[in-house]
C-alpha cells in the first residue's frame, strides 16, 4: 500500500505546525522520522493515521483520501501506536490485544480461529504471553508498552505506524522492540513508520530516514546518504562527529555538549613552538 501526504498543512486551531509539506512513505520499507521536540513529528503521524484532518492538503492511500474512506476499512489498513496511551482501568493484558482484532469484527464475522492466531502471536512476539492475565494497570512501563505495541501488531494491517514505541523501556527491551519491528518487515513485508528520538537507533534500523525542523522535511532517504555533522547541527543544534556505526557501519552520531568539546591544535611555526 502506497501513504502520501501532498502539500499537507496541519494546525491546532490557529498554530500551524506543519506547513506545505510532501512525503511518501516508501512501500515495504522501515522508514524512521526524527527532529527535534515539537518539530511536528508526531503531528504528522496522526495525520497520516487519520487522527488529525488537514487545514489544506491530503493524505492519501493507495491514492484515494483516508478521509474519503470507511474508518474501519482504514483501520483495517493502518495500525497505530500513539505516545503514551492509556488503557481502561482493570483491563488485562489478553483484552487489551484482543481490542487490535476490533477492525476486523463486524456481526456476521465474530471471533475466529484466525483472531485467536492473531493475539497469541503478538503477544509471543513482545515477550508478553507471560503477563497475559495481569492487569495492564499493574505492569511496569516497558512492560505496558510491550502490551500496546502487541495490540497493534495483532489489529494485522500492512501499514504500522509507531510513535516513539520504545518509551519508557530499558536498552534490552528497546532493541528486542525494534528487532521485532524489523522482523514484521522482513517475514511480513509490513511498511512501518515510527518516530524515534534515539539517532543511532534510528540510523541502524531505518531504511528511509526522515528528518525534520520547525514542520518542514530538512533531508531524507537511506541514512548513510542523509546523516551528517551538518544534518545533526540544523536539526538538533547539536555539534557532534559522525562516523561509522562499528557492527552495522551505519552513521554514528558522537553528540559534543560544551564540556566535551576537543579544542583544535594550535600551529607552530617552522622555528618551533612559541615560548
Known amino acids: 500500500m502506497t501513504l502520501r501526504a501532498d502539500d499537507l498543512t496541519l494546525a491546532y486551531g490557529r498554530h500551524v505546525v506543519v506547513d506545505r509539506l510532501t512525503v511518501e ?3 515495504g520499507r ?5 527532529g527535534a ?3 511536528g513529528k508526531s503531528t504528522l503521524l496522526a495525520a497520516l493515521a487519520r487522527l488529525l484532518a488537514p487545514k489544506h492538503g491530503a493524505v492519501t492511500l493507495d491514492g ?8 474501519r476499512q482504514v483501520a483495517r489498513s493502518i495500525g497505530l501506536l500513539p505516545q503514551s496511551p492509556v488503557a481502561p482501568g482493570g483491563i488485562t493484558v489478553v483484552d487489551l490485544v484482543t481490542r487490535g482484532r476490533s477492525p476486523h469484527q463486524n456481526w456476521w464475522r465474530q471471533w475466529s480461529e484466525e483472531d485467536e492466531q492473531a493475539v497469541e502471536r503478538a503477544l509471543a512476539a513482545t515477550g508478553m ?7 495492564v494497570d499493574e505492569l511496569s512501563g516497558g512492560q505496558r508498552q510491550r502490551a500496546w505495541i502487541a495490540m497493534a501488531i495483532a489489529q494485522d494491517t500492512p501499514l504500522l505506524l ?5 518509551t519508557f523501556l530499558d536498552l534490552a527491551h528497546q532493541i528486542d522492540v525494534l528487532d521485532t519491528v524489523v522482523d514484521l518487515n522482513r517475514t511480513e513485508g509490513r511498511t512501518v513508520v515510527m518516530v524515534l528520538h534515539d539517532l543511532n537507533q534510528a540510523c541502524r534500523y531505518a531504511d528511509h530516514l526522515i528528518a525534520m525542523r520547525d514542520g518542514a522535511i530538512v533531508r531524507e532517504g537511506p541514512p548513510g ?3 551528517d555533522a551538518e544534518l545533526i547541527r540544523t536539526v538538533f543544534a547539536v555539534e557532534c562527529q559522525v562516523s561509522a556505526d562499528p557492527v552495522t557501519g551505519t552513521p554514528m552520531i558522537v ?3 560544551r564540556h566535551h568539546r576537543v579544542e583544535a591544535p594550535k600551529e607552530e611555526s617552522a622555528a618551533g613552538p612559541r615560548p
Open 162 to 166: 509507531l510513535d516513539e514505541p520504545t
Open 30 to 34: 522501515i522508514t524512521v522520522i526524527v
Open 64 to 71: 484515494r483520501s483516508i478521509h474519503s474512506q470507511p474508518t
Open 225 to 227: 546518504a542523509v546523516v
Open 37 to 39: 521536540n515539537a518539530c
Open 255 to 257: 553528540p559534543m555538549g
Open 129 to 135: 504471553a507471560e503477563h497475559r492475565n495481569r492487569p
Open 25 to 27: 512513505v516508501p512501500p
